[in-house]
């Protein structure tokens, strides 16, 4: 199965707010990341617009021509400006103000009225719903009850247990990597399209482009690191090959 790959361009608008300027565009960047083979762009709006702001997304709207993800929290603002926008898919995060990045998986057994309830409206509006979960069976059994059409397995504790400054041993890995591929298969059985992504590098994408059935990886940091060195197009060219084992 190919894998497709999404990439996520928030850290370009990171890059630009810094100086609250016009570059680096992230429309240009999207446009960079289309033509060297991504399968389409994510971006986040956050409550805070830290760094993609409302603007960017009625722009890549007209400018991405693949698939454009928006990820959002569940909030009556974010399900508004999704429903005008329309995103191919809408992916509901959890977000607080004080983090760096996503912490987590969002927990829909906690939240399932509201979270339900967003999801309903941008049903209604044609967007494809995904849910990006830690990787726990009844979060995604939740996230089935509650209409989405895909999960995101957060990979954060993959990323962290394979990060190169960390001595941890083989068996915590794999141990790791047997969660998700239990839970991508739970989600395939009922149903669920499967995504995956958080902290997915060069180094550690591999392993993850093998779970059956994963058939999608949101990455974004990494790729736009690399590209700040060698540019978006070699950026992403070089993490289709590591997807595909080619690297």
């Known amino acids: ?3 497709r790959l999404n990439v996520n361009i928030d850290h370009i608008a990171t890059i630009r707010q810094a100086r609250r300027t016009w570059e680096p565009s992230v429309s240009a960047a999207a446009v960079l990341a289309d033509l060297a083979g991504a399968s389409g762009i994510t971006v986040h709006l956050r409550g805070d617009r830290r760094h993609i702001q409302d603007e960017d997304v009625r722009i890549l709207r007209s400018v991405v021509r693949t698939h454009l993800n928006l990820e959002m929290a569940a909030t009556e603002e974010m399900v508004r400006i999704a429903c005008e926008v329309r995103p191919n898919t809408s992916t509901l995060v959890p977000e607080r103000a004080d983090e760096i990045t996503t912490e987590g998986g969002l927990d829909v057994l906690a939240h399932e009225a509201e979270i339900e309830n967003a999801v309903r409206e941008l049903s209604e509006g044609g967007v494809l719903i995904s849910i990006f979960i830690d ?4 979060q995604i059994d939740a996230s089935k009850r509650i209409g989405a059409h895909q999960i995101e397995i957060c990979t954060a504790r993959y990323a962290e247990l394979t990060d190169p400054a960390r001595a941890v041993g083989q068996g915590q890995i794999e141990a790791e990597l047997a969660r998700i591929s239990e839970c991508a298969s739970r989600a395939g ?13 060069y180094r550690n994408v591999g392993a993850i482009a093998e779970i059956y059935p994963i058939e999608e990886l949101n990455i974004g940091h990494n790729i736009v690191a690399r590209a700040a060195l060698v540019g978006m197009e070699r950026a992403v060219k070089e993490m289709i090959d590591a997807i595909n084992g080619r690297a």
């Open 1 to 3: 199965m190919t894998i």
């Open 189 to 201: 059985e009922l149903g669920l399209q499967v995504a995956a992504g958080h902290g997915l590098t």
């Open 135 to 138: 990787p726990d069976k009844a």
